[in-house]
Nanobody, 114 residues
Framework: VQLVESGGGLVQAGGSLRLSCVAS????????MGWYRQAPGNQRELVATISTGSSTNYADSVKGRFTISRDNAENTVFLQMNSLKPEDTAVYYCAARRLGLDYWGQGTQVTVSS
């Protein structure tokens, strides 16, 4: 499974960004997809996940501001990020779970200026 993220960039506090992640390769049987992030000096942390049935899970820090969605026909998962804060600055990674294995994208930088 290959995952390619896009949509990161520099935005001012209060602004919005939309991340996309396209899965390719052995995509049959991919179930949960999600977004994680890692800021400098910090461990990678969960942002949001979504199942094939569109059940979602969010980190408390992003609830009400971020929305995860997926297009199963296009093998794509999205993360709409609104009301961005400087503490949201991190590299954002797309992840997919397939047959008990986790796959990761290369990451996309999100920088929120104050």
């Amino acid at each position: 499974v290959q995952l390619v993220e896009s949509g990161g960039g520099l935005v001012q506090a209060g602004g919005s960004l939309r991340l996309s992640c396209v899965a390719s390769g052995s995509i049959f049987s991919i179930n949960t997809m999600g977004w994680y992030r890692q800021a400098p000096g910090n461990q990678r942390e969960l942002v949001a996940t979504i199942s094939t049935g569109s059940s979602t899970n969010y980190a408390d820090s992003v609830k009400g501001r971020f929305t995860i969605s997926r297009d199963n026909a296009e093998n794509t998962v999205f993360l709409q990020m609104n009301s961005l804060k400087p503490e949201d600055t991190a590299v954002y990674y797309c992840a997919a779970r397939r047959l008990g294995l986790d796959y990761w994208g290369q990451g996309t930088q999100v920088t929120v200026s104050s």
